[in-house]
Nanobody, 126 residues
């Protein structure tokens, strides 16, 4: 019903910038909120950012606040994650995710998201 495809990962040095893209496709009768999560080596999957598909409300993890920006382009059915001032600790596989707007669980709980992309690797060297 809903398919997500993220891209834009890569290898770069600390202090650099990168923009990830998530193309949303498929047909559904439900509305979804879009989020970004990441999983670093040896760590659990963690919340990064979320934006409601029907609105402009955004939330960010404290670790990325002020450096990362989530946005969308409705004409392209695409959600973006602009990452600036990247740090080695940002190294992770980044996932685009979607969940129904009917979910009442906290937005940062990854297990409540219904659809996931395949992930894109971001590696930041020091």
């Amino acid at each position: 019903q809903v398919q997500l495809a993220e891209s834009g990962g890569g290898l770069l040095q600390a202090g650099g910038s990168l923009r990830l893209s998530c193309v949303v496709s498929g047909r559904t009768f439900s509305n979804y909120n879009m989020g970004w999560f990441r999983q670093a080596p040896g760590k659990d999957r963690a919340f990064v950012a979320i934006m409601t598909w029907s609105g402009s409300t955004t939330y960010y993890a404290d670790s990325v606040k002020g450096r990362f920006t989530i946005s969308r382009d409705n004409a392209k059915n695409t959600v973006y994650l602009q990452m600036n001032s990247l740090k080695p600790e940002d190294t992770a596989i980044y996932y685009c995710a979607a969940r129904s707007m009917s979910s009442l669980a906290p937005y940062y709980t990854w297990r409540t998201y219904n659809y996931w992309g395949q992930g894109t690797q971001v590696t930041v060297s020091s």
